[in-house]
């Protein structure tokens, strides 16, 4: 390949907020077949907002809000700040928490006013035998069906309630699946959120393939089954936890509106953080390397 069509290319790239790493990387993008989409931050806003909360009964709301959002304030997640900045505004100040520590793609746990608490998947508080009562796992489940995620809290040995957070789809999604699609490129999407958020995302912007529940540290080896399949992987993703998978696809690109560490594992930086450039990226790759042949 000449060098100099390779860095017209890159240069092109710049001036539509495709950051390029270095020329080789257009080659690389020309056999992708497969687009592994992260969902949170990549596929939707990931601005989420705390849209409902649902108490056992005996538990008080304000209470459940200050002791989740206690701990949540503490988190960076979107979920968990979405949590922090409802209970705010609905109890105000919010105490800080002692022994906080963030259980990866699991949730938070730590003491707030005396009370050990835990914040995150169902999963998660069963395995402290905290678990659901039928009206908390129907509230949950409804919203969960509505493509809501849902969190479960509890505290001193017993689940108190769900936290219901809204992401919404980036508007320019669908868009970009359908174009994805027209290339002749499979778009998945993979979350460490639930089966039921994911697939209702999923249908929203167009994508039929969805692995779902995947934790953050096993989210590369999902890339790497895929490639075992014979398939030549592009991932998009934005997070902390999307770097090892970003790093080991074929074509790595995070969104610029991402954490540093996923940008470092990537081969380019989508500045606009809008899922339309990745497809431009693969155009400007294919129109490079035609000019070439
Ligand atoms: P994604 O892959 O969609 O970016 P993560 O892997 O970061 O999601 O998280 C997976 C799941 O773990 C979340 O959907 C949520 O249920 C739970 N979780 C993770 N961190 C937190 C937190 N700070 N508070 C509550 N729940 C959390
Ligand atoms: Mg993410």
């Known amino acids: 390949a000449t060098p100099t069509a390779l860095l017209v290319g890159t240069g092109r790239g710049a001036q539509m907020g495709i950051l390029i790493k270095g020329p080789e990387v257009l080659e690389s993008t020309r056999k992708v077949d497969t687009v592994v989409l992260d ?13 409902d909360v649902v108490t056992e009964p005996g538990t008080d709301r304000a209470e459940l809000l200050r002791l989740a959002g206690a701990l949540e304030d503490a988190s960076e997640h979107p979920i968990a700040q979405a949590i922090a900045k409802g209970a705010t505004q609905e109890t105000g100040a919010l105490p800080a928490p002692e022994d906080f520590a963030n259980i990866e793609g699991q949730g938070v746990q730590g003491v707030v006013d005396g009370h050990g608490v835990l914040v995150g998947r169902e999963s998660l508080l069963a395995e402290w035998s905290q ?101 030549v992987v592009a991932m998009v993703g934005d997070g902390v936890n999307d770097a090892p998978a970003l790093a080991q696809a074929d074509l790595g690109l995070a969104m610029g509106t991402g954490t540093d560490v996923a940008i470092e594992a ?26 070439i042949k």
Not at 39 to 51: E, W
Not at 188 to 197: K, P, R
Not at 266 to 291: E, P, Q, W
């Open 131 to 231: 678990h659901l009562s039928d009206d908390l796992a129907r509230a949950k489940a409804r919203a969960e069906s509505e493509g809501k995620t849902v969190v479960a809290a509890g505290w001193d040995g017993r689940a108190r309630g769900i936290l219901v957070v809204a992401d919404t789809v980036k508007p320019t999604s669908a868009q970009a699946v359908a174009e994805l699609k027209e290339l002749g490129l499979t778009p998945v999407l993979l979350t460490g959120d639930n089966e039921a958020v994911a697939r209702q995302i999923a249908a929203e912007v167009g994508i039929d393939e969805v692995i779902a529940e995947v934790m953050p540290r096993d989210k590369s080896d999902v890339v790497r089954r895929l490639q075992d399949q014979g398939r």
């Open 266 to 291: 990537s081969d380019i930086t989508l500045v606009r953080g809008d899922l339309r450039s990745a497809v431009d990226a693969i155009r400007l790759s294919r129109k490079t390397l035609s000019t």
């Open 39 to 51: 969902k949170t931050g990549t596929v939707t806003t990931g601005r989420m907002t705390l849209v």
